[in-house]
T-cell receptor
Framework: AQKITQTQPGMFVQEKEAVTLDCTYD???????LFWYKQPSSGEMIFLIY??????QNATEGRYSLNFQKARKSANLVISASQLGDSAMYFC???????FGTGTRLQVFP | DAMVIQNPRYQVTQFGKPVTLSCSQT?????MYWYQQKSSQAPKLLFH???????NEADTPDNFQSRRPNTSFCFLDIRSPGLGDAAMYLC????????????FGAGTRLSVL
């Protein structure tokens, strides 16, 4: 089974700056996927980005990119040009029944 | 254009009084999931349906049951809610078994008095 670790309980970033949210994983599977969800204070989980273990290129979705380093077993989320609306909880997850990390609370300040 | 709809958004029940939370989807996805999320914690998978096949997580209490009468609907039944069952309950669906990307509803926040 996969294990997902997020070591940053909280992060601050100034508007328009980039921020990296860390995620490491542990799995014995050869084929797996990792993704990130955003959870605003309203509670819904919003899918952001997916990375497959065999994908050769890092995934990119608009301002979100996933810095996938397979040898280090890390799948960090990079948010470029942060906006105030990016303030939320961010969960890293693995495709093994969608196991989540403990989350990182991001706060964007003006 | 909500695709995964949870009703109600807020539910208050009394200690020990059965309660049912509902989830519907317009995505025609095979798989539907129920998660429990307590304050400041990650969502925890309770169980899921692959079509009509029910898959319970090993540590899900017997107090939690689920029904899926058709593709579109899935229900979470809590037979005798305790104070510790107060949480956000999230429903999700998935139609891509390779990637298992899940689409979530807005959740139902359950309070137990």
């Amino acid at each position: 089974a996969q294990k997902i670790t997020q070591t940053q309980p909280g992060m601050f970033v100034q508007e328009k700056e980039a921020v990296t949210l860390d995620c490491t994983y542990d799995t014995s599977d050869q084929s797996y996927g990792l993704f990130w969800y955003k959870q605003p204070s309203s509670g819904e989980m919003i899918f952001l980005i997916y990375q497959g273990s065999y994908d050769e290129q890092n995934a990119t979705e608009g301002r979100y990119s996933l810095n996938f380093q397979k040898a280090r077993k890390s799948a960090n989320l990079v948010i470029s040009a942060s906006q105030l609306g990016d303030s939320a909880m961010y969960f890293c997850g693995g495709t093994d029944k969608l196991i989540f990390g403990t989350g990182t609370r991001l706060q964007v300040f003006p | 254009d909500a695709m995964v709809i949870q009703n109600p958004r807020y539910q208050v029940t009394q200690f020990g009084k059965p309660v049912t939370l509902s989830c519907s989807q317009t995505l025609n996805h095979n798989v539907m999931y129920w998660y429990q999320q307590k304050s400041s914690q990650a969502p925890k998978l309770l169980f899921h349906y692959y079509d009509k096949d029910f898959n319970n997580e090993a540590d899900t209490p017997d107090n939690f049951q689920s029904r899926r009468p058709n593709t579109s609907f899935c229900f979470l039944d809590i037979r005798s809610p305790g104070l510790g069952d107060a949480a956000m309950y999230l429903c999700a669906t998935s139609g891509d078994l390779a990637k298992n990307i899940q689409y979530f509803g807005a959740g139902t926040r359950l309070s137990v008095l």
